[in-house]
C-alpha cells in the first residue's frame, strides 16, 4: 500500500490567516484527494486533486476558500484560507491505487481561535 | 441527504465472540464498498472493501457481505480482538463519467468496543 505523509501533522492558527497542507505519497498515483472530519462527525469529501488541471470541487467547498494545488503525482498541497472556527477539523489526504482501494494519510489537525 | 448509513453509533462484544457492523446506503450508483478502521488522532486504516458484482469478500478475520437488493452490507470480524476497538467506517464509491473513481462517500461510524 501506498505511503502517505501529511506536513503539518497539527497547527493552532488564528482566523483570518491561512495554513497549507502537504501531502507526500511515495509512489506515483492517479487519483489523490482532500477529505476533512469535523469534531464529532464522519469524514467529508472536499475535492478531488487533478495533476495538471484545476482540482473538482464537491458542493459546498469552493476553490478560494480551499485551493489545492497538484503539480505532479506524488504531492498535493490544501490551503485553508481566511480561517474561521468552524474550519477547525481533521483534513485528510489520500490515495486511491485501485478501484477497491484507497489508503489515508495521518491526518492534519487544525484547531482555529 | 445521508447516502451512506450506518445506524449502530456504538457496539459491544465480548472477546472472541463475532463482531457484526452494519450498513446501509440509498444509491444504487454505487460500485464499491470499503470498510476503514480509525483510531483517535490517526488517519483511517483501510481493512477490507467489495465490488457490487460480487456478494462476499473475505480477508483473514474480516469478511463483507454485501446484499445488493436490500442495499445492504455489513463487516463481520471474528474472532474480536481487544484491538478491535475503534471506530469502523463503511464508504461507497462510483464510477464517474470520465471512467475514473469518484471520492469516497462516508457513513457516521461505528465505535466497536471490544470487552475482554
Known amino acids: 500500500s501506498a505511503v502517505i505523509s501529511q506536513k503539518p501533522s497539527r497547527d493552532i492558527c488564528q482566523r483570518g490567516t491561512s495554513l497549507t497542507i502537504q501531502c507526500q505519497v511515495d509512489s506515483q498515483v492517479t487519483m489523490m484527494f482532500w477529505y476533512r472530519q469535523q469534531p464529532g462527525q464522519s469524514l467529508t469529501l472536499i475535492a478531488t486533486a487533478n495533476q495538471g488541471s484545476e482540482a473538482t470541487y464537491e458542493s459546498g467547498f469552493v476553490i478560494d476558500k480551499f485551493p489545492i494545488s497538484r503539480p505532479n503525482l506524488t504531492f498535493s498541497t490544501l490551503t485553508v484560507s481566511n480561517m474561521s472556527p468552524e474550519d477547525s477539523s481533521i483534513y485528510l489526504c489520500?490515495?486511491?491505487?485501485?478501484?477497491?482501494?484507497?489508503?489515508f494519510g495521518p491526518g492534519t489537525r487544525l484547531l482555529v481561535l | 441527504d445521508q447516502q451512506v448509513k450506518q445506524n449502530s453509533p456504538s457496539l459491544s462484544v465480548q472477546e472472541g465472540r463475532i463482531s457484526i457492523l452494519n450498513c446501509d446506503y440509498t444509491n444504487s450508483m454505487f460500485d464499491y464498498f470499503l470498510w476503514y478502521k480509525k483510531y483517535p488522532a490517526e488517519g483511517p486504516t483501510f481493512l477490507i472493501s467489495i465490488s457490487s458484482i460480487k456478494d462476499k469478500n473475505e480477508d483473514g478475520r474480516f469478511t463483507v457481505f454485501l446484499n445488493k437488493s436490500a442495499k445492504h452490507l455489513s463487516l463481520h470480524i471474528v474472532p474480536s480482538q481487544p484491538g478491535d476497538s475503534a471506530v469502523y467506517f463503511c464508504a461507497a464509491s462510483s464510477m464517474n463519467s470520465g471512467g475514473g473513481a469518484d471520492g469516497l462517500t462516508f457513513g457516521k461510524g461505528t465505535h466497536l468496543i471490544i470487552q475482554p
Open positions: 489520500s490515495v486511491r491505487q485501485s478501484q477497491e482501494t484507497q489508503y
